[in-house]
């Protein structure tokens, strides 16, 4: 079985964990464990929805796959010793460590993207460049000998994780599950990335989500 | 405020209620509760994921959207009569009654489609048939006079919260949301429609993930 380890933790995104989930564990051979601090419920930032963290850091040392989704927990989480110093203690033996969202903040604290070109969320470019990475607005940024992938915002972790699931297993089984779940975008606007949306929507973005 | 009820219950799939939430909390505007037969976690079908269901029917009678989530469960909530009784009860009052993926079984069941078109996952079309709407494989089918909005697979979820946004609030308040999650979607393959997806990949997919 391949181990596939998505840290949560409080003010985490739903949507970056949860689109990657939907996917790999679609994989037969893929067993997913929602890690964190202390088994029992997390809460995103605004309250509204509760997840399951089922197991500690110390029960899952060997992961094969680390997702780690971003949020505005994240801000705290680049001072927090212990996910540092898990995705430090686990990184040598997994097959891939990426993230989604502002997830790659923490890879970076850690020192995992040190020298790379990273993605993130287009709010935390700058964060990303300050913990030793090199952003670029890429929707899904590998590097493979590194064994080191991350995704842009929030809903680019369902783009990587197909790849993913190419990686881990192959094409063909990559694109059964983009049928599955139906993956077959048709967004009813077109503004999903900085270099396509306008200068009021760029603002109103930044009205209604304020950096911490 | 404008409260937004997603069910939950055993064996939902994650991704479809996650999606629309994700989405639909960025309104300033809006709440969003997981309601369901009794408060605490329920889990997805594989019992890889946990979430909190915070609010029983009893405490959800005029939510002003429903958008109800499918998977593996539903084929149980079709004869479910709390399920079925409470639809009934709110649609009468809401602004939007919606489903993603399986969750038009539901609203079938409770008859909130009888002779309306309808879209559903690919695999539920022929039961959606039995349920008194017509399937048509559409990602998005609306119908703003009888104010239901029926969504395709899974993922198709985020491409109806984008737009229920813009019928909540407008086309700009969408477009920012749309920039927030970076819904500027790059599949790696383009297998996410029936249509599109050739015999081996419906095989593979049918095999990964057999009907109830």
Redesign the interface.
């Known amino acids: 079985m391949t181990q596939v380890a998505i840290p949560v933790f409080p003010r985490f995104?739903?949507?970056d964990a949860?689109?990657p989930?939907?996917v790999l564990?679609?994989?037969?051979s893929v067993?997913?464990?929602?890690v964190g601090h202390q088994r029992g419920?997390v809460r995103?930032a605004?309250h509204?929805?509760?997840?399951?963290c089922?197991a500690t850091f110390d029960e899952v040392s060997t992961p094969d796959v680390v997702v780690f989704p971003g949020g505005p927990g994240t801000r705290i989480l680049v001072e927090d010793q212990t996910f540092r110093g898990w995705l430090q203690s686990v990184h040598p033996h997994t097959k891939f460590t990426t993230s989604v969202?502002t997830g790659a903040l923490v890879l970076g604290a850690a020192g995992l993207l040190d020298g790379l070109t990273a993605t993130t969320?287009?709010r935390a470019a700058e964060q990303l460049n300050e913990l030793g990475a090199t952003y670029v607005p890429d929707?899904?940024v590998e590097h493979l000998p590194q064994r080191i992938i991350t995704a842009?915002?929030?809903?680019?972790g369902?783009?990587m994780a197909?790849?993913l699931a190419?990686l881990l297993v192959d094409?063909?089984?990559?694109?059964?599950?983009?049928?599955?779940?139906?993956?077959?975008?048709?967004?009813?606007?077109d503004?999903?990335?900085?270099a396509?949306?306008d200068t009021?929507?760029?603002a109103?973005?930044e009205?209604?989500?304020p950096l911490p």
């Open positions: 995104t739903a949507l949860v689109g989930y939907e564990q679609r994989l037969p067993d997913v464990v929602f419920e995103t605004n509204m929805l509760g997840m399951t089922d969202c969320h287009w929707r899904v842009a915002g929030v809903s680019s369902i783009d197909l790849r190419e094409r063909e089984a990559a694109e059964a599950i983009q049928l599955l779940i139906e993956y077959d975008p048709q967004p009813p606007f503004s999903g990335a900085l396509k949306a009021a929507t760029k109103l973005a009205f209604l989500s």
